[in-house]
Nanobody
Framework: QVQLVESGGGLVQAGGSLRLSCVAS????????MAWFRQAPGKEREFVAA????????YYADSVKGRFTISRDNAKNTVFLQMNSLKPEDSAVYYC?????????????????????WGQGTQVTVSS
């Protein structure tokens, strides 16, 4: 069983930055693909960014490409999401997710069904 705990959310003005962290329990973290998703009120959960087990392969939603960066520190069982140039439309609850197996294609990293474990979420609010 893997438990994920996110932190780092908050209120920020448009154009500002936040860094989210997700700490995972369990000794097999370094083998898991990891991802960030978000969900705004009244909307479906959407993919934001993902990393393969090593962090060498990363994948982003078009809406955040060039502004957000996913990274991971396997020694600390932690995955990060650095968010720059934030926009009001980035406001949402952000969820960390872990998958117990790697997908066959890079595009599959964006599918919620790949992920077995989810955190409780952290709120990000961007004011205009």
């Amino acid at each position: 069983q893997v438990q994920l705990v996110e932190s780092g959310g908050g209120l920020v003005q448009a154009g500002g930055s936040l860094r989210l962290s997700c700490v995972a329990s369990g000794s097999t973290f370094s083998t898991y693909p990891m991802a960030w998703f978000r969900q705004a009120p009244g909307k479906e959960r959407e993919f934001v960014a993902a990393s393969n087990w090593s962090g060498r392969s990363v994948y982003y939603a078009d809406s955040v490409k060039g502004r957000f960066t996913i990274s991971r520190d396997n020694a600390k069982n932690t995955v990060f999401l650095q968010m720059n140039s934030l926009k009001p439309e980035d406001s949402a609850v952000y969820y960390c997710a872990a998958a117990s197996s790697s997908p066959l294609t890079l595009n599959s990293y964006g599918l919620p069904g790949l992920y077995n474990y989810w955190g409780q979420g952290t709120q990000v609010t961007v004011s205009s």
